[in-house]
């Protein structure tokens, strides 16, 4: 192929740098991650989703007064058009949440104000409506799959307070809210993993918002992304079931050649950061809610691929046992990562479009040979 | 950032093979492009919509049992559940037909029953299905944003045919039938274009059809892919409402530094192999209904701007006056390239999955500096 400047396929494009970016630095070799030069311990231990949002979106933390502002945009949000509702409504019950996230969310650019305007304040407004709608969509679908009522949100609680509010028709004890905050404080960015880079594919067509982060909720719902909590927690469920040795499940399933999930990553080749703090989480969790084993059980699979395959917990190991013992379902496990994920993922469309150029790479060409005229 | 191989960004991954594929050959120097080995003027002269789905899907042109088959199948699935027609209708009537679509095709989600599978086999009925489902979907909008009834499919036609019955209330001519064919062959695929990009990343992640499929729509909805012929045409449009002479008016545009749409092509150096024949297209089209006028624009604004400015039309340009003399309004050309397209996205979403790797690439790190310790 003639026109091609690298001939060498990149499969996965493992390595290669498709853009340059001031929101998420990652050294995989150190194990850090920042955001905006933050780095991802003190954003888990001094602030709030909030805070995180309005570092992620306007490139530093805010002022007292700015927190102030932008706590009171995300609540005027926090409101659904009807016709969302119903589609949540209608949706057949059997369906998996994020199948149903990802058409409300494409439906809601129907009703969104800034419909036709892709520039910077407009998609910034963006940002803070989606940020809330999709809490509250998560929220009131499992609500409604479950045939319960669908909550008002309380604009006077924090966005984690809100959403579990939402969700559980409850306040949460401040312990909860503040483990979800944390929880979605770690999950916020992630440079360009698959689903930001599928927005970021879309957006540069200068296509619009709403079709970016449709494309990354699309994305996100695959295995080898959004969904490798979901099955940490299922095999902790299945070894609790059948009542056996965690570590002996784990050894017979690397003998069969079987994967375990939650473990190594493509980007740290040391301890993923975020697992750090979820191991707390998971563990000061199990404590206070008399739910220890899942922790338990967790630490000594844990303990055994590390010595055994020399593989790191990553971000998703401890957060199944986190989300399970806050009382989300495991089929909303994801949705919640895309509760957190919208704040990053809004960022990196807005961080695109400021200095756009169409992402369309080559495909190096194998199949039956192109006649000779 | 010590754990890259490459550090240089490529921006846009321009020239950056991302991939290997069996689908598509392009020669950008040479102006070539086939599908599985066979050139695209072949396709053009002596193919169908259907044997080229069949081409792309299956490897290979099919038999006369084999296309029966298909097209059998194809027409099976000419039917929309009741739930997606009344999304259609509930949509508000000013919002994108682009938004629309990728609304209801991510709602499809709910009613396929292949739904909870994502092997090789379920993906190609889900092409077949899609394929059928898209087309009648971009159809019944338009019917329903007119105020019009939702027209009955007939099975007996053709896939083009079939889709301007949909669109039109009525049977088309051959002549449109034919004209219409063609330019579905020549927008089947395009290798690692952004939308089919968009598609294969949001696949790898081991997602579904669906979420794929829906990435794809929405990378297509911006003006830097599938929104081009809707420039060419308003430019058009503009021109003859206002009776000025077509190059004096391009020629006002370039010395306000203004882009000509239609025009260069990010792959070919050289003539778009597609535009060869929506030039002709364009050309009989005009002849046979009185509506000369538009090729006529058209020609003499190609020929200022290849002298002009050295850029070639590409497929956009032609396809911009083919579209408005078939009597397709000028919001539904994207719509009608995703009718199209959707035989390739669907090809590459088979070809990934087959041999998957997550699509994750890096950034280069340009913000503020990580605080050292």
Redesign the interface.
């Known amino acids: 192929?003639?026109?091609?400047?690298?001939?060498?396929?990149?499969?996965?494009?493992?390595?290669?740098?498709?853009?340059?970016?001031?929101?998420?630095?990652?050294?995989?070799?150190?194990g850090?991650l920042?955001y905006?030069?933050i780095?991802i311990h003190e954003l888990a231990d001094n602030a709030n989703f909030e805070e995180t949002c309005h570092l992620l979106w306007f490139?530093k933390l805010p002022t007292r007064n700015e927190l102030k502002d932008l706590r009171e945009r995300l609540a005027r949000e926090r409101q659904l058009d009807p016709?969302i509702v119903n589609?949540l409504r209608?949706?057949?019950k059997h369906?998996t949440p994020m199948?149903?996230l990802?058409?409300a969310v494409?439906?809601l650019?129907?009703?969104d104000p800034d419909?036709k305007s892709n520039d910077h304040e407009a998609n910034i407004r963006k940002a803070i409506r989606l940020t809330s709608q999709i809490a509250m969509i998560v929220a009131a679908y499992d609500r409604i799959r479950k045939g319960g009522n669908v909550v008002e949100p309380d604009r006077s609680l924090s966005h984690s307070a809100n959403f579990l509010l939402l969700l559980n028709g409850e306040r949460p004890s401040e312990t909860a809210e503040r483990a979800l905050d944390i929880a979605l404080i770690l999950h916020a960015d992630h440079?360009?993993?698959?689903?930001t880079?599928?927005a970021r594919?879309?957006?540069?067509?200068?296509?619009?918002m709403?079709?970016?982060i449709?494309?990354a909720?699309?994305?996100?719902?695959?295995?080898?992304?959004?969904?490798a909590n979901e099955a940490v927690f299922l095999m902790l469920q299945e070894i609790d079931k059948k009542g056996v040795d965690p570590v002996e499940y784990v050894r017979g399933q690397l003998a069969q050649k079987k994967k375990i999930s939650g473990f190594g990553h493509?980007?740290y080749?040391t301890e993923d950061p975020r697992a750090t703090h979820l191991r707390r989480m998971s563990r000061d969790l199990g404590n206070t809610s008399g739910q220890g084993k899942w922790f338990e059980m967790s630490s000594r699979i844990e303990q055994f691929v590390k010595s055994e395959k020399k593989l790191n917990a990553n971000v998703d190991f401890y957060s199944a046992s986190t989300y399970h013992t806050l009382g989300i379902d495991v089929d909303l496990f994801t949705p919640v990562f895309a509760v957190s994920r919208i704040s990053g993922w809004t960022a990196h469309v807005i961080e695109q479009l400021d200095d756009n150029?169409?992402?369309?790479?080559?495909?190096?060409?194998?199949?039956?040979?192109?006649?000779q005229h």
């Open positions: 192929m003639s026109s091609l400047t690298t001939t060498h396929p990149a499969k996965g494009l493992e390595g290669v740098v498709a853009t340059t970016s001031s929101i998420c630095y990652i050294d995989g070799e150190q850090v920042a905006r030069g780095d490139g016709a589609l209608t949706a057949p369906i199948d149903v990802r058409t494409s439906a650019s129907f009703y419909q440079e360009l993993n698959a689903s880079f599928a594919v879309t957006a540069a067509t200068l296509s619009d709403h079709s970016a449709t494309s909720i699309g994305a996100l719902k695959g295995p080898l992304h959004g969904g493509r980007v080749h150029r169409l992402i369309r790479p080559r495909a190096d060409y194998v199949g039956p040979s192109y006649p």
